[in-house]
Nanobody
Framework: QVHLVESGGGLVQAGGSLRLSCAAS????????MGWYRQAPGKQRELVAI???????NYADSVKGRFTISRDTAKNSVYLQMNSLKPEDTAIYYC???????????????WGQGTQVTVSS
């Protein structure tokens, strides 16, 4: 069993900042990638940022220069620092981890329950 728990969402004014946190726990052998996705009402879930096991990161064009993803491998955690927030950043933000539960097992993709981020204009 694997659990991903997000925290840090909330309501903020445009131009403000929020920091999201996500911790993975349970039966985990190794984590390859950890990332953040978001889903706004009426829209598909989209990638926001991803941190790969080798240290590389990728961002959606819409958040480049404003959001920063970081990871603490010892704590199986990933963070998203969001600055200069815009109303269009309003969405439910989901944490994702691609991991193995054992040395011989296949990698699986796991999701958190989501945390609401609302940016007022």
């Amino acid at each position: 069993q694997v659990h991903l728990v997000e925290s840090g969402g909330g309501l903020v004014q445009a131009g403000g900042s929020l920091r999201l946190s996500c911790a993975a726990s349970g039966s985990i052998f190794s984590i390859r990638d950890m990332g953040w996705y978001r889903q706004a009402p009426g829209k598909q879930r989209e990638l926001v940022a991803i941190h790969r096991s080798g240290g590389s990161t990728n961002y959606a064009d819409s958040v480049k220069g404003r959001f920063t993803i970081s990871r603490d491998t010892a704590k199986n955690s990933v963070y998203l620092q969001m600055n200069s927030l815009k109303p269009e950043d309003t969405a439910i933000y989901y944490c994702n981890a691609v991991l193995r539960q054992s040395a011989w097992g296949e990698r699986g993709s796991y999701w958190g329950q989501g945390t609401q981020v609302t940016v007022s204009s």
